[in-house]
């Protein structure tokens, strides 16, 4: 993926190179502007399945990771084609290399990627069903190689483990991790963390690396739902 982010910014957009023929996959919703040598298709997010099971396979990621039930793929018509994406959240926009290594991805991660990664949903441990708002029983999991984008709410900060001892992560904090990485649903403190204001935290162990964000959207709902009205 050829692209580079504007700079001098807190909300950065990425602009994205295509060559005639050339195409990436996108969150729905994601695309800003194009040059007009872009063509765009909406197609279900079922990793290339069609008909009724790739719609049924739609629907359980769409549900299981929070992602949209749709995908769209742009496409270079000329070997100038560009096109501008951007998050739906405030924060930063990160590049992840696939292949060599592995990431799980928490939910509304996922941005843009290569058409040659995709991402499949792994099922996890009954101890992480509730893991990060993921949705239950199931993650998402990279697969393929090439470049996928992610996004977070506020900054991205990276934690590299080098398995001689756990480190904990409030769960609203995380945005992706390395599949090499282990981890555990915890209470940070106390009746389910309200002695310390906490609530539940992720402990992973190995080594591995872990994307963090530097704030938390459910803390930002909680302090302006006071102030939104409820009508009547």
């Known amino acids: 993926m050829d692209y580079k982010m504007t700079e001098n910014t807190v909300f950065p957009l990425v602009e994205v190179a295509l060559k005639k023929g050339e195409s990436i996959q996108l969150e729905s919703g994601a695309m800003v502007y194009h040059n007009g ?68 991805l928490n939910t509304g991660a996922f941005l843009a990627c290569d058409t040659s990664v995709s991402y499949n949903m792994k099922r996890q441990k009954l101890s992480g069903a509730i893991f990060g708002g993921t949705g239950g029983l199931f993650v998402m999991e990279t697969a393929g190689s090439g470049s996928l984008l992610i996004n977070s709410y506020g900054d991205i900060i990276e934690i590299h483990l080098d398995g001689s001892k756990p480190f904990v992560v409030d769960n609203q ?40 964000q530097t704030r938390n959207i459910e803390g930002l709902a909680g302090l302006i739902t006071p102030f939104v009205s409820s009508g009547s």
């Not at 959240?89 to 990431?103: F, Q, R």
């Open 37 to 104: 040598e872009i063509n765009l298709e909406g197609k279900m997010n079922s990793n290339g399945k069609s008909g009724l099971g790739g719609a049924i396979r739609a629907l359980g990621r769409s549900v299981t990771s929070g992602e949209s039930f749709f995908i769209t793929k742009a496409s270079g018509l000329t070997d100038t084609a560009k096109m501008a994406l951007a998050p739906a959240t405030p924060g930063t926009i990160k590049e992840l290399h696939v292949g060599s290594e592995h990431w799980r």
């Open 173 to 212: 904090h995380v945005v992706a991790w390395s599949e090499s990485l282990d981890y555990n649903i915890k209470v940070a403190s106390g009746l389910f963390g309200f002695t310390t204001g906490e609530g539940v935290v992720n402990e992973f162990h190995g080594t591995g690396t872990i994307m963090i």
